[in-house]
């Protein structure tokens, strides 16, 4: 296999791929500017990357003109915010045309959503102790962007309210606690049906992180399938080898293609851009295997 090209299929290979399709930047809760995230990307040996910020696609431009400088291939993208069954579910958009069609305008009620959530988030968390929340949210993400949880985390940490971020979320922004909004989301199957409209395909994100039984991760995978999803991230990050096989099971039984990415967010924690678990051997093809993507990630291996 040429060095820069990407697998055709997960064969269990113990090299590790040049691929990251899970990333983010200043353009929503990152810390680096898109194009240090692709000089980053650079420097780690990749050659395929998609930027995939919350709710917005700002950054794409800076980060394309960058990949150009670095000789990386580019994959525009977006994280989504949506709900199912009461559950903050993020679906992945891979966008190879860009942001189009009934995308353009959700990205748009997005921006929107984020603003309104920000200020219900902010007086919860006023009545936690935290003066002044959203004041100090903005502050800590220090740009005009639209405010995340984890800008609320880090300004509980600098109040001395919690002692960490992780902290911050356990304890007050986590999944059922007071900082937890999901109101303002819109569906899971609308959301894919904008990346649809757009030329792109859905992934499910980091599917393993929701503390989902089997059982109802299966009913999550069968309404993303349903509303017309075509992949989830098989690997985010770094996670348990054998819930990995069983993950890739349950994509092979329902005809998903299988993504990787690191969720990176900022330099200095465990995650960098590239690093993930292993993809262990299976059936499921890769995401970039998609015919949606075949103009743009090319390089495949046969």
């Known amino acids: 296999m040429p060095m820069n090209a990407l697998p055709a ?3 269990g290979e113990s090299t590790p791929l040049s691929i990251d399709l ?3 930047s200043t353009a929503s809760d990152g810390a680096l500017p898109p194009a240090e995230v692709v000089a980053l990307c650079k420097a780690r040996g990749l050659t395929h990357m998609a930027l995939t910020d919350h709710d917005t696609m700002a950054g794409i431009d800076e980060a394309s003109a960058a990949a150009a400088r670095e000789g990386i291939r580019l994959l525009p993208g977006t994280e989504l915010s949506t709900r199912w069954a009461g559950i903050n579910i993020h679906v992945v958009g891979l966008l190879p045309e860009g942001p189009r069609g009934t995308l353009v305008a959700g990205l748009a009620a997005q921006a929107v959503a984020r603003e309104a959530r920000a200020e219900l988030i902010a007086r919860r968390l006023e009545k936690l102790g935290l003066e002044n929340a959203l004041v100090r949210a903005r502050e800590q993400a220090g740009s005009p962007r639209p405010l995340g949880r984890p800008d609320f985390a880090r300004a509980l940490v600098a109040a ?3 002692p960490d971020v992780a902290t911050a979320f356990r304890k007050h922004l986590g999944n059922g606690k007071a900082g ?6 819109p569906e899971l199957a609308e959301a894919v049906g904008w990346v649809l409209d757009a ?9 393993m992180r929701h503390g989902l039984t089997r059982r109802k991760r299966g009913l999550l995978l069968d309404a993303f399938r349903a509303a017309g999803g075509q992949a989830a991230e098989l690997v985010s990050g770094f996670q348990n080898p054998d819930a990995t096989r069983d993950l890739a099971r349950q994509l092979q039984e329902r005809g ?3 993504s990787v990415g690191s969720d990176f967010h900022f330099p200095g924690g465990h995650l960098a851009p590239g690093s993930m678990s292993p993809v262990p051997r299976t059936a499921t093809p890769p995401v970039w295997a998609h015919p949606r993507l075949a103009g743009l990630v090319d390089g495949v291996a046969a």
Do not use: C, I, N, Q
């Open 180 to 185: 937890d909004v999901k109101t303002h989301w």
């Open 160 to 162: 001395g309210l919690v």
């Open 9 to 11: 299929r997960f064969e």
């Open 22 to 24: 899970h990333m983010h």
């Open 199 to 207: 030329g792109g395909v859905a992934v499910l994100a980091h599917p």
């Open 256 to 258: 998903l293609y299988a």
